[in-house]
């Protein structure tokens, strides 16, 4: 292997190959000529003297020393975006970009005032940020799809640095004419019996309240589904059915709706939000800033 020589456009023309499942759609992929593509390949696997790729009729599939050679180049691939992301940022004119998948509450509660206050100090900094499960959020700071992850719930992080963030509860909004509307607080299998308004089913809290409730072996009732709390509240005002939402949200919303708020006792009621990433030496400057900004700028209540 001391004689091995490929560059950067064989690991990614393997890459792209792989991922298409074909020859032909991985060299359009690198933008090179079929035969350029299969020289290089052919060249690529000579120098590593292992074969990388099954050729069958309808395309290719890897081999496990081709399946080695993917995750690794993966890696090295997603190290040279960060590199350049960490470059880009001290280049005039150019932009670091940071991308974040956060679950619902925190997309909802903490982060808007957070990321709003981080931007308008640091313009050179773009953000991506999606709403997903916390089982996925982690998956993807896993693989390096994302930069950082902030999640909450028993989920997997043994290969994660993990920074505690903030607490949020979920609570019961209700309309002031419903019968719940007399009680501080209420275990929620009581409002079971209750319609229900909801965000989509594509929303992290859709997801993780229908966990629950088939952990408990019950059932609920979705009269509607809105796209925002915002909404939802307005449907709960309206008598349509009780939500549920994080107290963050309830709280700032309850002073513009004719709602309720119900404290739910159930433990998983509680959300200890935490900040995941692969690990903080390893994300650009700029990414780093943007962890230490929300840590430092979260309520010290919140974090105990």
């Given at each position: 292997?001391?004689?091995?020589?490929?560059?950067?456009?064989?690991?990614?023309?393997?890459?792209?190959?792989?991922?298409?499942?074909?020859?032909?759609?991985?060299?359009?992929?690198?933008?090179?000529?079929?035969?350029?593509?299969?020289?290089?390949?052919?060249?690529?696997?000579?120098?590593?003297?292992?074969?990388?790729?099954?050729?069958?009729?309808?395309?290719?599939?890897?081999?496990?020393?081709?399946?080695?050679?993917?995750?690794?180049?993966?890696?090295?691939?997603?190290?040279?975006?960060?590199?350049?992301?960490?470059?880009?940022?001290?280049?005039?004119?150019?932009?670091?970009?940071?991308?974040?998948?956060?679950?619902?509450?925190?997309?909802?509660?903490?982060?808007?005032?957070?990321?709003?206050?981080?931007?308008?100090?640091?313009?050179?900094?773009?953000?991506?940020?999606?709403?997903?499960?916390?089982?996925?959020?982690?998956?993807?700071?896993?693989?390096?799809?994302?930069?950082?992850?902030?999640?909450?719930?028993?989920?997997?992080?043994?290969?994660?640095?993990?920074?505690?963030?903030?607490?949020?509860?979920?609570?019961?909004a209700v309309a002031r004419s419903n019968p719940l509307s007399d009680r501080h607080d209420i275990?929620?299998?009581?409002?079971?019996?209750q319609n229900f308004v909801s965000l989509h089913q594509d929303s992290a809290i859709y997801g993780?309240?229908?966990?629950?409730?088939?952990?408990?072996?019950?059932?609920?009732?979705?009269?509607?589904?809105?796209?925002?709390?915002?909404?939802?509240?307005?449907?709960?005002?309206?008598?349509?059915?009780?939500?549920?939402?994080?107290?963050?949200?309830?709280?700032?919303?309850?002073?513009?709706?004719?709602?309720?708020?119900?404290?739910?006792?159930?433990?998983?009621?509680?959300?200890?939000?935490?900040?995941?990433?692969?690990?903080?030496?390893?994300?650009?400057?700029?990414?780093?800033?943007?962890?230490?900004?929300?840590?430092?700028?979260?309520?010290?209540?919140?974090?105990?």
């Amino acid at each position: 292997m001391t004689s091995t020589r490929y560059d950067l456009v064989d690991l990614r023309l393997f890459l792209n190959i792989a991922e298409a499942g074909n020859l032909t759609r991985g060299a359009e992929r690198s933008c090179l000529s079929v035969g350029a593509a299969s020289t290089r390949l052919k060249n690529l696997e000579e120098s590593l003297d292992i074969q990388l790729f099954i050729r069958r009729s309808q395309g290719v599939i890897l081999t496990p020393a081709g399946e080695a050679l993917l995750r690794h180049a993966i890696n090295v691939l997603q190290e040279l975006e960060r590199l350049h992301g960490s470059l880009q940022f001290f280049s005039r004119g150019l932009k670091g970009q940071v991308r974040i998948f956060a679950n619902t509450t925190a997309m909802t509660g903490v982060l808007p005032e957070a990321l709003s206050s981080f931007l308008a100090t640091h313009p050179q900094v773009d953000i991506d940020l999606e709403e997903r499960l916390s089982p996925e959020i982690a998956r993807a700071v896993t693989d390096g799809s994302v930069d950082i992850g902030i999640l909450a719930g028993n989920v997997r992080t043994d290969e994660l640095e993990v920074i505690p963030y903030q607490k949020d509860r979920l609570v019961l909004a209700v309309a002031r004419s419903n019968p719940l509307s007399d009680r501080h607080d209420i275990d929620f299998t009581d409002a079971l019996s209750q319609n229900f308004v909801s965000l989509h089913q594509d929303s992290a809290i859709y997801g993780f309240v229908n966990q629950i409730v088939s952990g408990l072996g019950a059932s609920i009732n979705i009269r509607i589904k809105v796209s925002s709390f915002e909404a939802l509240c307005r449907m709960v005002e309206a008598d349509v059915g009780v939500g549920v939402l994080p107290a963050s949200v309830a709280a700032r919303l309850a002073g513009s709706h004719a709602i309720h708020i119900v404290a739910l006792r159930d433990p998983w009621a509680v959300r200890e939000l935490k900040i995941c990433v692969q690990s903080l030496p390893g994300l650009p400057s700029f990414a780093r800033e943007l962890v230490d900004y929300l840590v430092l700028h979260s309520d010290p209540g919140c974090r105990k």
